[in-house]
């Protein structure tokens, strides 16, 4: 699957309650390091989900830190690496859509 299939299914979660997509994006650039323009170019090249996480230019140290459950799972108990950053993704979109502050979401 695309990381361009994703990303709008990303953004329609969180602008469904009241967020937006410059809020998306600073999470996704938080995780993974992409710049804006970098995640625009890979919705724009079709690469895949997979290849977004495992290219990521800088992923953040601090992800470890995201704990809690997403689809009945414990992210910080996922063992398999692509799986587990996908999940981390997926849990910071579900705490913005909750209407968390961004500073509680990137854990600053």
Known sequence: MSFARVYP???AKAEKKGRTIDEVNEIICWLTGYST?????TINNSVTYG???QNAPYPNPNRKAIKGVVCRIRVETIDEP???EIRYLDKLIDELAKGKTMDKILRR
């Open 37 to 41: 323009e970098e995640i625009e170019n």
């Open 51 to 53: 290849d977004f996480f």
């Open 9 to 11: 299914l990303l953004t």
């Open 82 to 84: 692509l799986m587990q």
